[in-house]
C-alpha cells in the first residue's frame, strides 16, 4: 500500500472516529460536514477529499462500531476458551462500549439516524445480523462441549443475549450515565446463564 493510500485510509478513520465523538455529544441531526472538519483539524472543503456527503460519512462511522464489535470477539476468544466465559466477556466489553460514549445508541438505535436512509438502516441490520450469528455459534460451541443445554435455540439465546445490552444501553443514555449498566449487566448475565447452562457448565464457568 502506497503513503499516500495509507494516509488516506487514515484519514478516514480518523474522521470517522470525530463522527462517533460529535453524535455522542450532540446527536446525529447536529452533525455537519463542517462541525465534523473543525473537530479532525480540516478546513470545510478537506472532508470532501475523503467522503461526498454526511450520509457516506456516517456509514464509516457504522463500520468504526462494526471494527470494535470484531475486536470485542477476537479479545473474548484469546482471554477464553470456554464459549460460556466468552460471552460473559462480551457482555462486559459492551458494558464498557456503553460507559464510553452515546455515539452507540444514537446512531444504532435512533430513528433519527435511520429514517428516510434506507442505506444506513440496512448495513445497521448486516451489522447486528452478522454479531447474532457469531453469538447464536458459541451458544452451539458450548452445546457441543456440554456446558450449554442442547435444548436452547441457539439464535433464541443470542437475541436474549443481546437484550441485555441493548435496554441497558437506552436507559443509560436516557439517564446522563446514571444508570448502572455494570450492575444491569453482572445481574442480568447471571439470570440468562441459569436459563441456558447444563449441570456441567455450573462447574466449569467462572461465576
Same mark, same amino acid.
Given at each position: 500500500?502506497?503513503?499516500?493510500?495509507?494516509?488516506?485510509?487514515?484519514?478516514? #478513520?480518523?474522521? =470517522? #472516529? @470525530?463522527?462517533?465523538?460529535?453524535?455522542? @455529544?450532540?446527536?446525529?441531526? *447536529?452533525?455537519? $460536514?463542517?462541525?465534523?472538519?473543525?473537530?479532525?483539524?480540516?478546513?470545510?472543503? &478537506?472532508?470532501?477529499?475523503?467522503?461526498?456527503?454526511?450520509? #457516506? !460519512?456516517?456509514?464509516?462511522?457504522?463500520?468504526?462500531?462494526?471494527?470494535?464489535?470484531?475486536?470485542?470477539?477476537?479479545?473474548?476468544?484469546?482471554?477464553?476458551?470456554?464459549?460460556?466465559?466468552?460471552?460473559?466477556?462480551?457482555? !462486559?466489553?459492551?458494558?464498557? $462500549?456503553?460507559?464510553?460514549?452515546? @455515539?452507540?445508541?444514537?446512531?444504532?438505535?435512533?430513528?433519527?439516524?435511520?429514517? &428516510?436512509?434506507?442505506? *444506513?438502516?440496512?448495513?445497521?441490520?448486516?451489522?447486528?445480523?452478522?454479531?447474532?450469528?457469531? /453469538?447464536?455459534?458459541? +451458544?452451539?460451541?458450548?452445546?457441543?462441549?456440554?456446558?450449554?443445554? =442442547?435444548?436452547?435455540?441457539?439464535?433464541?439465546?443470542?437475541?436474549?443475549?443481546?437484550?441485555? +445490552?441493548?435496554?441497558?444501553?437506552?436507559?443509560?443514555? /436516557?439517564?446522563?450515565?446514571?444508570?448502572?449498566?455494570?450492575?444491569?449487566?453482572?445481574? @442480568?448475565?447471571?439470570?440468562?446463564?441459569?436459563?441456558?447452562?447444563? #449441570?456441567?457448565?455450573?462447574?466449569?464457568?467462572?461465576?
Amino acid at each position: 500500500m502506497s503513503d499516500e493510500k495509507l494516509d488516506t485510509e487514515i484519514r478516514r #478513520e480518523q474522521i =470517522a #472516529e @470525530a463522527v462517533l465523538s460529535l453524535v455522542a @455529544a450532540h446527536g446525529v441531526n *447536529r452533525l455537519s $460536514m463542517a462541525r465534523v472538519a473543525r473537530h479532525v483539524g480540516l478546513v470545510p472543503s &478537506g472532508i470532501y477529499r475523503h467522503f461526498k456527503n454526511k450520509d #457516506e !460519512m456516517i456509514l464509516a462511522a457504522l463500520d468504526r462500531i462494526e471494527v470494535r464489535l470484531q475486536e470485542n470477539i477476537r479479545a473474548a476468544a484469546e482471554e477464553n476458551s470456554d464459549p460460556l466465559d466468552q460471552l460473559r466477556t462480551l457482555l !462486559m466489553r459492551h458494558v464498557r $462500549m456503553i460507559r464510553e460514549g452515546r @455515539a452507540v445508541p444514537r446512531i444504532v438505535l435512533s430513528d433519527d439516524a435511520h429514517s &428516510g436512509h434506507p442505506e *444506513r438502516l440496512a448495513r445497521v441490520r448486516q451489522i447486528v445480523g452478522a454479531y447474532l450469528g457469531h /453469538l447464536a455459534e458459541l +451458544v452451539r460451541q458450548g452445546q457441543v462441549e456440554g456446558t450449554i443445554r =442442547a435444548d436452547v435455540d441457539p439464535p433464541t439465546a443470542a437475541l436474549m443475549f443481546l437484550g441485555i +445490552v441493548i435496554p441497558a444501553g437506552i436507559l443509560w443514555h /436516557l439517564t446522563d450515565g446514571k444508570f448502572d449498566a455494570t450492575r444491569h449487566a453482572e445481574r @442480568a448475565w447471571q439470570v440468562f446463564r441459569r436459563a441456558v447452562v447444563t #449441570e456441567a457448565g455450573f462447574t466449569t464457568e467462572t461465576m
